[in-house]
């Protein structure tokens, strides 16, 4: 092993319910990067990581190492021109705004959260609200450079197969270096939004149908918690870039912070209700169109640092899944039941759909159809028994579960969602492992 990997730190990923030690790696040049891989084996695999925003275990890999890629976050070229960007993969998403906005330029896509590395959105091929128009975040990648623990170097672009395999690869096909990407230009760092209200989640499906064909970014906030006639109750938020308005990026600093965990009776079932319903009638107060610079309405929840803190030391699982359009409806109607009806606390979920784009990885999450996100406080057992249930309907819908988001599920769930499994295994780098992929592989 080389003496670049500290020995024991306690790591874990977003969702804290694995706190494990590992033996880590924190490169602050390319050119260390070579030395680190020489010394891996498949008997002792490594992972690349970035800023662990992922929440289950797919960017863990207890008891062996991982490689920060945190400090390789330099850019290398921006052409003010044509909006392609080049940077070390460590660059976060936030650190990538705040040279693109001014300039006039934007993220092709972005999740929910800023503070993800460029490596991280690639080995997750991450979706924003726009996945209807722009696709995943692979489809504006124009290259990467990618090292294997054979010694070997590639600089890949669409078309190679390797270059697919890394796109929503997770981080087992080597390590990324740099990527290089197609941003998109802005008029203004506004965007022109509205809310509409739907009482039955069953009237999502319309409501957005209605508004992909309008906005450029659309998400739904749904009361998971609501049952009966009110179930799946929510608002539908929809937006585009304003023509005219500054080009001023967000602050770097959240506003918030939870300093410690929070107790594990501040989140029960009776406060995420109050939660839900206080933030539901907030929101409906200012049904209709507004104005907003992008971050709230992208980054709601990069408000509040830590904000994973909010579910006490046992952490919380996230389960997102998509269903085809054929199903999309009556599953996310039986999923919310079964929700409902198990009395089990989630803060407000979070609906939204694909659109129809070929997919830019082997394993990449997004396929056609509408994605249910939602949190779930562990509590051991039950929270496991009724993600289980769900799987069952997820799985009957012909839907898939997204790896970024978990950290418990079996190999066979896995297998059923992504028919392009048995391919992408050809391209993994043996000296690469995480968690997740050990117990997929069964
Ligand atoms: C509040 C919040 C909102 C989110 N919203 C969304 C959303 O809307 N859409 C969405 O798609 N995701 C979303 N996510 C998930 C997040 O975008 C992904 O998990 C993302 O991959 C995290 O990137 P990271 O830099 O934190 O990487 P990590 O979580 O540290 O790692 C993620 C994966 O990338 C690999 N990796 C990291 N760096 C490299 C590298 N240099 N080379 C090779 N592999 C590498 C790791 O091995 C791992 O498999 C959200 C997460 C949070 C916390």
Redesign the pocket.
């Known amino acids: 092993m080389a003496e670049s990997f500290l020995p024991s730190e306690t790591v874990t990923?977003?969702g804290r319910v694995v706190r494990a030690s590992h033996r880590v790696a924190r490169p602050r040049f390319a050119d260390e990067l070579p030395g680190l891989l020489s010394a891996l084996s498949p008997a002792d695999p490594a992972?690349?990581?970035?800023?662990?925003?992922?929440?289950g275990d797919?960017?863990l890999n207890p008891g062996g190492p991982i490689i920060d890629?945190t400090g390789l976050d330099r850019v290398i070229s921006i052409d003010r021109t044509t909006g392609v960007m080049r940077a070390e993969?460590?660059l976060s998403l936030s650190q990538a705004l705040q040279l693109l906005v001014p300039a006039g330029w934007f993220l092709p896509t972005t999740?929910?959260?800023r503070f993800?590395?460029l490596?991280?959105?690639v080995?997750?091929d991450?979706?924003?609200k726009n996945h209807h128009r722009a696709g995943s975040f692979g489809a504006s990648v124009t290259r990467i450079k990618l090292l294997r623990t054979d010694g070997s170097a590639h600089e890949l672009a669409p078309g190679d197969p390797l270059f697919h395999a890394t796109i929503g690869g997770?981080?087992l096909t080597?390590?990324?270096e740099w990527v290089e990407f197609r941003a998109i230009p802005i008029p203004s760092a506004q965007l022109d939004a509205q809310d509409a209200e739907f009482s039955h989640v069953r009237d999502y499906f319309d409501l957005a149908a209605e508004a992909h064909t309008r906005a450029e970014h659309t998400m739904a906030w749904i009361d998971c918690l609501s049952g009966g006639a009110h179930l799946g109750r929510g608002i539908l938020s929809s937006a585009s870039w304003r023509s005219h308005g500054d080009l001023v990026p967000h602050r770097e600093d959240p506003k918030l912070a939870m300093p410690i965990d929070a107790p594990g009776f501040t989140l029960n079932g009776m406060t995420v209700r109050a939660f839900n319903s206080v933030f539901h009638d907030l929101k409906r107060m200012r049904v209709g169109p507004y104005t907003t610079h992008y971050e709230p309405f992208l980054y709601p929840?990069?408000k509040i640092a830590n904000w994973n803190r909010l579910y006490g030391r046992d952490g919380f699982y996230q389960y997102q899944c998509v269903l085809p359009p054929a199903t999309a409806r009556d599953g996310v109607i039986e999923l919310l039941k079964v929700i409902a009806a198990s009395g089990q606390a989630s803060f407000l979920a979070v609906l939204k759909d694909f659109g129809a784009h070929p997919p830019a990885g082997l394993l990449s999450f997004p396929m056609e159809g509408t994605t249910l996100a939602l949190d779930f406080r562990n509590i051991g057992t039950r929270t496991l028994d009724l993600m289980a249930d769900l799987d069952r309907i997820v799985l009957s819908a012909g839907g898939r579960l997204y790896p970024?988001?978990d950290g418990r599920i079996p190999a066979a769930v896995f297998e059923a969602g992504f028919p392009k499994l048995q391919d992408f295994r050809g391209y993994v780098d043996r000296g690469l492992s995480?968690a997740f992929w050990r117990r997929v592989s069964g």
């Open positions: 990923s977003w992972l690349p990581i970035g800023l662990r925003r992922s929440y797919s960017n890629m993969a460590g999740p929910g959260s993800v590395t490596g991280g959105a080995a997750n991450v979706h924003g997770l981080g080597g390590i990324i929840l990069d970024a988001k995480s």
